[in-house]
């Protein structure tokens, strides 16, 4: 059990940066997942925390010590592939043996047949048969122990990949997408074992993931990766609720949150398709901005409204339904989320009016970045103004 | 032939029998021509040449007689098929398991490689494109005792330290080097280093297309789990995942050993080398069967050959379906 530290940690691959400064603090026992789209370099950085994988400038600190110039075989850190990576022509106790083996067992004691004559390889090979079998009881996987990894099915292999981490108790646990081969089911399931393992383990956890359920559902803080750098890195429901960025609001959450133009005016009043809102800027922003909205936030409405248009398709889910509706002024369809309760209403065609809770809508500047300094309009001072 | 026999049987109707019938006719109709092929072309000359290994039969002769098991006791008594045993295991033991570890060496060097990979690749497997009988030619020249390159070379170290430390130069720079391909005691050396010089570039091929079927993210995880050193890795990962190749190539291997034939017919025309010092199998066939018209004799060893290279192919068989095969 350790804390890990990253500290400005960059990656090329020839021309191309992956990695273009990375910081991250994980403390003891934390559940931290790397989350991003493919080629964002999360897998990166978490080989180069396990040492596969060197990086060109930075530092980590694995426990306080930095771990420079130390190979992945030194750093005690296990990892599970999302390949699973289980050796083939070994059986299931074999695999999750060989760490404990590799470490402990000196060349002479591995050897195959004269291995057993060596002085203490005896007593060794009980103690490391009695770890195993520990570790694959709290995985439940005590019965496949004989079997090969070619005879299990996709969900046993991921617990054999586990037990093989976690029977030598590293410093700290890093997992590259374990679940991305499993059907939508036991990806559910595992998600669940996983989170407990982590809280009996009480062991750092760094999960890389492009899932961003995986990710929500599982870490105690979630690190938003694109384009080399982390965006954000907070609690679940801060990055759901309290994005920085455009990017971490429209990658995390799904369906995917309402990304609509904004008018800046010269007083610093947002407006909405020509439409005031009641809500301005005190900050120098002028010109365009953007108005994130996630699909729960708005709703249907009788009244006025800026934003009416007609329902285009819809996905009823059973607890829920998600209804797209072509706004017109819009180039994207806006995500409505309605209870079951609203299926007649919300057929296709039907001409409807959205309305939403300004003080739940998120804004953004230009560039992609919160604006957080904003004031209420009164609807008197608006109409004065 | 049960494999043949029509299996798609409409079950929701359920057949008649004399369409059940009618389709099975109609299955060994279509399946006859590869049938007859595969008797005419393959069994027959097998179950011929077992017939012909018991009788005294000639080319030619309108008639033969049957000499009962007179042809396998000349096999295991006669001196002459002694040798025959000797120099063709002493090649195969030699041959087999150098040119596997070189071509299992080579290939690990070559898929380390960044670059030139293709240019190595190439030059390994050019004995393997080249005729083995013109290369004979190539090496009887530079062989030859006086003015072949080999001893020209042997030569030049005369005079040097390696006349002290090597017993075999100070005996050669005192008296004269060996007749490479005129002595009982190098011959079959000489072929065993031409079979491995031809034959390992073959396996190099085969291990390498081994090798892309490893899987990359098995190293990394061999390093996480603890293994420090290439050995370890190579343990751990390498060599089980090239199981399957390894039995293949060593089948091959064997089965191109025992069939070792044109550089002998090349060096030697006549006889199978000093003292029949390089009389293997294969020689034996072509010298009896062929040269001498004693058919009889020449389809013993041939049956005896088959027997080596089926006991081979069933080992190889049970490998792969008991040991290596792990999906």
């Known amino acids: 059990m350790a804390e890990l530290s990253i500290k400005n940690v960059t990656k090329r691959f020839g021309e191309t940066e992956v990695l273009k400064g990375v910081s991250l603090d994980i403390a003891d026992g934390e559940f931290v997942s790397l989350v991003g789209p493919s080629g964002c370099g999360k897998s990166t950085l978490l080989r180069i925390i396990a040492g596969l994988e060197e990086q060109n400038s930075g530092d980590i600190r694995i426990?306080?010590?930095?771990?420079?110039?130390q190979r992945a075989a030194d750093r005690n850190l296990s990892m599970v592939f999302q390949s699973?990576?289980?050796?083939?022509?070994?059986?299931?106790?074999?695999?999750?043996?060989?760490?404990?083996?590799?470490?402990?067992?000196?060349?002479?004691?591995?050897?195959?047949?004269?291995g057993g004559l060596m002085p203490g390889a005896r007593a060794m090979a009980r103690a490391i048969g009695h770890d195993v079998h520990r570790a694959a009881e709290m995985l439940e996987i005590r019965h496949l122990l004989d079997r090969k990894p070619g005879q299990l099915s996709g969900g046993q292999r991921q617990r054999v990949a586990l037990g093989r981490a976690l029977v030598r108790e590293p410093a700290a646990f890093l997992l590259d997408e374990p679940l991305s081969n499993l059907d939508a089911k036991l990806r559910v399931q595992t998600r669940a074992e996983i989170a407990q393992l982590h809280r009996r383990l009480e062991t750092t956890f760094v999960y890389v993931t492009h899932d961003q359920v995986e990710a929500m559902t599982?870490?105690?803080?979630?690190?938003?990766?694109?384009?080399?750098?982390?965006?954000?890195?907070a609690a679940p429901d801060v990055i759901y609720e309290d994005p920085d960025r455009i990017e971490v609001a429209e990658f995390i959450g799904s369906p995917k949150i309402n990304i609509l133009p904004l008018e800046v005016g010269d007083d610093g009043r947002l407006s909405l398709l020509d439409h005031a809102l009641n809500l301005a800027v005190i900050d120098g922003t002028r010109g365009v901005a953007s108005l994130g909205l996630r699909p729960e936030t708005l709703r249907l409405t009788r009244g006025k409204s800026p934003l009416r248009g007609r329902v285009v398709h819809s996905?009823?889910?059973?607890?829920?339904?998600?209804?797209?509706?072509?706004?017109?002024?819009?180039?994207?369809?806006v995500t409505l989320r309605a209870g079951p309760e609203k299926r007649n209403t919300l057929a296709l065609g039907t001409s409807v009016a959205l309305d939403f809770d300004i003080d739940k809508a998120l804004v953004f500047d230009a560039d992609g970045a919160r604006l957080r300094k904003?004031?209420?309009?009164?609807?008197?001072?608006?109409e004065v103004a | 032939m049960s494999a043949i026999e029509p299996t798609m049987i409409d079950q929701t109707t359920g057949p008649t029998a004399g369409h059940a019938?009618?389709?099975?006719?109609?299955?060994?109709?279509?399946?006859?021509?590869?049938?007859?092929?595969?008797?005419?072309?393959?069994?027959?000359?097998?179950?011929?040449?077992?017939?012909?290994?018991?009788?005294?039969?000639?080319?030619?002769?309108?008639?033969?007689?049957?000499?009962?098991?007179?042809?396998?006791?000349?096999?295991f008594t006669r001196s002459t098929y002694e040798k025959m045993f000797v120099a063709t295991l002493t090649y195969v033991v030699t041959v087999v398991p150098i040119s596997v570890g070189l071509g299992l060496g080579a290939a690990l060097l070559i898929n380390s490689l960044g670059r030139f990979r293709e240019i190595y690749k190439t030059i390994y497997f050019l004995p393997v494109m080249a005729t083995l009988l013109a290369m004979?030619?190539?090496?009887?020249?530079?062989?030859?005792?006086?003015?072949?390159?080999?001893?020209?070379?042997?030569?030049?170290?005369?005079?040097?330290?390696?006349?002290?430390?090597?017993?075999?130069?100070?005996?050669?720079?005192?008296?004269?080097?060996?007749?490479?391909l005129g002595d009982k005691r190098y011959a079959i050396w000489v072929i065993c280093f031409i079979g491995i010089w031809q034959?390992?570039?073959?396996?190099?091929?085969?291990?390498?297309?081994?090798?892309?079927?490893?899987?990359?993210?098995?190293?990394?995880?061999?390093?996480?789990?603890?293994?420090?050193?290439?050995?370890?890795?190579?343990?751990?990962?390498?060599?089980?995942?090239?199981?399957?190749?390894?039995?293949f190539v060593v089948t091959i291997t064997c089965i191109r050993a025992f069939q070792v034939f044109d550089t002998i017919e090349a060096f030697w025309p006549q006889g199978g080398g000093p003292n029949k010092s390089t009389y293997v199998m294969m020689f034996a066939i072509f010298e009896k069967g062929v040269q001498q018209n004693l058919i009889g004799i020449g389809s013993a060893i041939t049956m005896l050959f088959l027997l080596f290279v089926m006991f081979l192919t069933l080992i190889q068989r049970w490998l792969v379906e008991r040991k290596v095969h792990y999906k």
């Open chain 1, 63 to 69: 426990g306080g010590t930095s771990v420079a110039g």
């Open chain 1, 84 to 114: 699973y990576a289980l050796y083939p022509h070994l059986s299931v106790g074999e695999n999750i043996a060989v760490p404990l083996r590799m470490r402990r067992m000196s060349g002479l004691q591995r050897l195959p047949l004269l």
């Open chain 1, 218 to 233: 599982m870490s105690d803080r979630i690190a938003v990766m694109m384009g080399g750098r982390i965006l954000q890195c």
């Open chain 1, 315 to 333: 996905e009823n889910l059973g607890a829920e339904i998600f209804v797209q509706i072509e706004v017109a002024g819009l180039a994207e369809r």
């Open chain 1, 374 to 382: 904003l004031r209420h309009v009164t609807r008197a001072t608006a």
């Open chain 2, 21 to 75: 019938t009618k389709e099975r006719r109609a299955a060994w109709v279509l399946t006859a021509p590869a049938l007859i092929l595969m008797v005419v072309i393959l069994l027959g000359p097998v179950i011929i040449a077992g017939v012909l290994s018991f009788t005294n039969y000639s080319l030619g002769n309108s008639s033969f007689d049957w000499v009962g098991t007179q042809n396998y006791e000349k096999l």
């Open chain 2, 136 to 180: 004979a030619i190539a090496w009887e020249f530079m062989l030859h005792p006086s003015i072949g390159m080999v001893n020209r070379t042997l030569e030049m170290g005369c005079g040097t330290f390696l006349e002290q430390i090597w017993s075999f130069m100070s005996q050669g720079c005192a008296d004269r080097f060996p007749v490479w």
């Open chain 2, 199 to 247: 034959g390992f570039g073959f396996n190099m091929v085969l291990y390498l297309a081994g090798l892309t079927s490893v899987h990359r993210e098995l190293y990394h995880a061999a390093e996480m789990d603890g293994a420090r050193s290439a050995w370890e890795r190579f343990r751990l990962v390498t060599w089980p995942a090239l199981g399957p190749t390894t039995v």
